[in-house]
């Protein structure tokens, strides 16, 4: 089948690009020594996680625990659950813990912790555990500079319920960054902040079997990652305009599109409509903080094409000068790079995936909680 012949809005995944941005990834990993245990939350599909993982490196992240459970019918064996658990989340997890071989959690709060361990106790189970830590995101996790999250990691080392396995971060702030040196200035306190802690926990006689880091921006800017032992990127497999505006990828880099048909011309107000809205797009802002208008989305190969309003299923497109309709006939096709791939997948029941004008292969995302 032919990308022409597609109903739209459709999701298209490049093969080729992906293919080359997940071995990129790889042998980013391999050559800094690190663990790669990529986020399938990007994806959320079995194709892609197969390709991203190996006999040596198997372990994926995810962000829910229905993805866990997905992963692990599909024989995963080996899953970080990265979202702090709480005591509601505790029997789904424990089916987890007993149908997989490694199956880790993470937490922050005092609270969590006894509610863990009091499960723990009363099913005869113990949970791995992370402790989730803040490296500047200050999104969750404890301050790895408080003598507190000493005694935190203390209590969970000697806890008789617990497998403490590590520390874990996720340096989110680094997507409020304007270009790759500033990245790199995020990657290296992401690596810092934890290296130091582990020291910290090893003074005190905590010992740390995994240190995980990761964010797709300093993934791909990190100088190296020395004293950390594993790293979890998963927007890299698609990147999108985000990535491309603070200059984590490069444009041609991007992996995912979105395609969609231009349903109507409006020369009166200088206008076509799509039919990709905020339900084929997301409304994501993208990299706002760059202080350039705000668009949803970038339309491969006609930069001056802006995507300047999107409502449920419609999508507005302008030009700072008058449209060339001649260019785009109503019922032509555009390509959409999205603004946060990883929303705008989410929103797709199904991927298509092409390679140059043809469609070679369909995959089913997992959706749900
Ligand atoms: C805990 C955690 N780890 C890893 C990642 C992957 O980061 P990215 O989406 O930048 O690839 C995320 C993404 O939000 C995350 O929340």
Redesign the pocket.
């Known amino acids: 089948m032919k990308i022409e012949e597609l109903k739209t809005p459709a999701f298209l995944i490049d093969l080729p690009r992906l293919k080359a941005n997940v071995q990129m990834m790889k042998a980013r990993a391999q050559k800094n020594s690190v663990t790669l245990r990529p986020?399938v939350k990007?994806h959320k599909t079995v194709e892609i996680a197969k390709m991203q993982t190996s006999a040596e490196a198997p372990g994926i992240?995810v962000?829910t625990l229905a993805e866990a459970r997905f992963y692990q019918k599909a024989g995963f064996n080996d899953i970080t659950y990265?979202f702090p658990i709480t005591a509601n989340k505790l029997s789904e997890a424990a089916g987890l813990n007993a149908d997989l071989q490694v199956f880790n959690i993470l937490l922050d709060q005092p609270q969590t912790q006894s509610a863990v361990e009091a499960y723990g106790r009363q099913h005869g189970i113990k949970f791995n555990v992370f402790l989730k830590v803040d490296c500047g995101y200050h999104r969750a996790g404890v301050d790895p500079s408080k003598p507190e999250s000493v005694q935190f990691a203390h209590r969970l080392a000697a806890s008789g319920f617990i497998v403490f396995k590590g520390i874990l971060t996720?340096a989110?702030h680094s997507y409020h960054c304007s270009n790759p040196a500033e990245i790199v200035a995020v990657a290296k306190q992401e690596r810092d902040l934890m290296a130091q802690f582990a020291d910290r926990l090893q003074e005190n006689g905590i010992a740390c079997e995994s240190i995980s880091v990761?964010?797709?921006?300093t993934a791909m800017h990190a100088p190296d990652w020395q004293g950390v032992t594993e790293i979890?990127?998963?927007?890299?497999v698609f990147f999108d305009k985000f990535q491309a505006d603070i200059g984590s990828c490069r444009r041609q880099e991007v992996a995912a599109t979105v395609l969609t048909t231009v349903v109507a011309h409006y020369p009166a107000h200088n206008q076509m409509l799509i039919d990709a809205g905020a339900l084929a797009l997301s409304k994501d802002l993208g990299a706002d903080h760059l202080g350039r208008e705000i668009v949803f989305g970038t339309v491969r190969n006609h930069p001056q094409l802006r995507i300047f309003s999107i409502s449920q299923e419609h999508g507005l497109i302008t030009a700072n000068d008058p449209l060339a309709f001649e260019k785009h006939p109503v019922g032509s096709l555009l390509r959409i790079i999205p603004n946060h791939s990883?929303l705008t997948a989410a929103l797709f029941p199904k991927y298509h995936v092409v390679d140059e004008d043809q469609v070679v292969d369909e995959w089913t995302p997992m959706r749900g909680w």
């Not at 990761?214 to 921006?217: D, K, L, N, R, Y």
């Not at 979890?232 to 890299?236: A, D, E, L, V």
């Open positions: 986020h990007t992240t962000s990265a996720h989110g990761g964010s797709t921006p979890r990127p998963g927007n890299y990883c």
